[in-house]
């Protein structure tokens, strides 16, 4: 997921402002402490505030803004972001649809090319939904999140992510051991937490850091009756 950038007039606060706008505990999310301020001239004049980028991970927090917007308005203005960044990048569309379901404005197309537009391992994908969703919230000074597939790209994806989920809970349960995934973005991680969410036998957690941030299978702990 993005990252958003929250302020405050020092780290801890800012931090706070963060997790209370996106509803998420500290432990449920990424933190990257991008300034930690400055009091100014004897704390009177000049101070800067502190500056943090928060990103969600997993399916743990309640991350929903409330906000009121017009649905179609601000779908057809990330549609013609999209189309003006595509169209400066020489690609023709030939579809683009929308649609707005839980604070996530949905956009699929079809192009020319579609190799240009998914990129290596879809991180293209991932900079066109980014840059997306920043001017958009910037339009209509909103907190939307993007969701941006290219010819079902994304919808495979998951598919095949799913099918080694599947893999990966036989594994556990056969062997009893934990199962790792290699290294992997939030949106994958939360697939996975989501996939698993209501498996009674298995669960699922995350560890390690920032780019090795990675997913783990386990025997679900059994509960003392």
């Not at 779908?75 to 839980?102: N, R, T």
């Not at 920032?210 to 702990?221: M, S, T, W, Y």
């Amino acid at each position: 997921m993005p990252e958003i950038e929250f302020k405050g007039k020092s780290v801890a606060e800012a931090i706070n402002n963060g997790l209370s706008q996106l509803g998420c505990k500290k432990e449920d999310v990424e933190i990257k402490i991008v300034s930690e301020g400055s009091t100014g001239l004897f704390g009177l004049m000049g101070g800067k505030p502190a500056v943090v980028l928060i990103s969600v991970d997993d399916f743990k927090c309640d991350n929903k803004v409330l906000f009121n917007v017009d649905s179609k308005k601000i779908c057809k203005k990330a549609e013609s972001i999209l189309l003006q960044i595509l169209s400066k990048m020489g690609i023709e569309v030939s579809k683009i649809e929308s649609s707005f379901k839980d604070d996530t404005i949905i956009i699929n197309m079809m192009v020319a090319n579609s190799s240009l537009v998914i990129g290596k391992s879809g991180q293209t994908l991932d900079a066109l939904e980014y840059i997306t969703q920043i001017i958009t919230n910037k339009e209509f000074d909103t907190k939307v999140k993007v969701n941006l597939d290219c010819e079902d790209y994304r919808k495979k994806q998951n598919e095949k992510l799913k099918i080694r989920i599947d893999k990966a809970v036989e594994h556990v349960k056969r062997t009893g051991k934990i199962y790792r995934f290699d290294p992997m973005n939030a949106k994958e991680r939360k697939i996975i937490h989501l996939y698993l969410k209501d498996n009674t036998e298995v669960e699922s957690f995350s560890e390690g850091q920032d780019v090795l941030r990675k997913v783990g299978i386990k025997l679900a702990e059994k509960k003392p009756i």
